[in-house]
């Protein structure tokens, strides 16, 4: 029985751990942003609508205390505006906050007892 010799083994494995670099690395850079509206008022929120660089998701209704969550592909950096009606109120937040096409970021979007609206992100790059 022969063994081949070291050196030819460590040249197979290298197109296998390109391959698992190249996969990585393309994984991590196609997450993408995912938005959370959270409703910590007591109304419900109709026609809502979520929107920034690129892209423009309506999400229709959101009980009160409720969340709805998305994913979202914005054509670069990006804010965040969130529009609703609330009872007889038309809110609209206006752009807030950053985040990015890519790096996995989480973006909150949080509907305060007074139909406040803050936006909050964090990417989990790593």
């Known amino acids: 029985m022969t063994t081949k010799p070291r050196s030819i083994l460590l040249l197979m494995r290298i197109p296998r751990i390109v391959l698992l670099a190249v996969l990585a690395a393309a994984a991590g850079c196609s997450r993408a942003p995912v938005i959370t509206v959270r409703n910590l008022s007591s109304q419900a929120l109709s026609n809502v609508v979520v929107s920034g660089s690129g892209f ?63 936006i909050a992100s964090e990417s989990r790059r790593f």
């Open 56 to 118: 423009t998701n309506r999400i229709g209704s959101i009980a009160a205390g409720g969340e709805h969550r998305l994913a979202v592909r914005p054509s670069g950096d990006s804010s965040l505006r969130l529009v609703f009606d609330a009872g007889t109120q038309h809110v609209d937040s206006g752009s807030q906050g950053y985040f990015e096409a890519g790096g996995g970021y989480r973006v909150t979007a949080t509907v305060d007892t007074n139909l406040s609206v803050s």
